[in-house]
């Protein structure tokens, strides 16, 4: 199995039940599309088969971010030791249809971090926006291929778990592209990121329609690759 590809998938799985408008829809969606019955699914987790029933019906108030990463590690290690076939089979649909080289880098984080301290890590200079909100992960695009080649319900999915997640744009030239593509999506990231380009560089329009969307917007000129490398060195 190629390495980071159970990561990368629950990610997707996780990150689509988290914004979905009906959770336990999808929560089921997926575990029947793993072919894995409730009761196999509760025992693994330890709990009453009531419970999964009740997330998925709605009757249980929605699971947070915590319970579905549970749920989904569960799914996924349940199709592993049967020899991993759906995840195989999920995995190269779902990132087939992303584009090559896309995403960069995606990742979660188990605790939330200051913007303040996101800004200090990626050498950050702010733009707009408070600083003392939190975020969950950040995910690193190509923002010439993402606009080129994801739909609108494809961009979505660059959230990972949640929308509490910083974007950082690669390729830029005045920032204005991934303003544009952000802003005709539903879901809105708490915070972007304009990778190479100065603060003078930057297209005056930008901030406001960073201010307009409640976003917090910055910019690094910071080699990418070693941004990566601080973002998953940090002991947040």
């Known amino acids: 199995m190629e390495p980071g590809l159970r990561h990368r998938l629950a990610e997707k799985m996780a990150g689509e039940i988290t914004l979905s408008d009906s959770p336990g829809k ?3 969606k997926w ?30 108030k929605s699971p947070g971010t915590a319970i579905i990463g549970r749920i989904v590690d569960s799914i996924l290690a349940i199709d592993e030791g049967r ?20 995403i960069y880098d995606l990742h979660d984080y188990s605790n ?26 950040y995910t690193i695009i190509d923002s010439i291929k993402a606009i080129m080649n994801l739909s609108s319900n494809e961009f979505n999915r ?16 005045n920032g204005k592209s991934p303003m544009v593509a952000i802003r005709v999506t539903p879901f809105k990231p708490r915070c972007v990121v304009l990778h190479g380009i100065s603060a003078g560089e930057v297209h005056p329009i930008v901030p406001k329609m ?27």
């Not at 939330?112 to 992960?137: A, M, N, S, W």
């Not at 959230?159 to 390729?171: C, D, K, V």
């Open 31 to 60: 575990r029947m599309s793993f072919d894995i019955s409730q009761g196999h699914l509760s025992e693994f987790l330890g709990v009453s088969p009531s419970v999964i029933s009740d997330y998925e019906s709605g009757r249980r």
């Open 158 to 173: 660059i959230y990972g778990w949640s929308t509490e997640r910083a974007l950082i744009f690669t390729g830029v030239s």
């Open 210 to 236: 960073a201010e307009k969307d409640h976003i917090t917007l910055m910019c690094t000129e910071k080699d990418i690759e070693e941004i990566v490398e601080n973002l998953r060195d940090e002991k947040w």
């Open 112 to 137: 939330q971090i200051t913007l303040e301290t996101f800004c200090r890590v990626i050498g950050g200079e702010l733009l707009t926006g408070p600083t003392d909100l939190t975020i969950y992960g």
């Open 83 to 102: 020899g991993g076939r759906y995840i195989q089979k999920f995995a190269s649909l779902l990132f087939a249809e992303m584009g090559e080289g896309v």
């Open 26 to 28: 999808t929560l089921k």
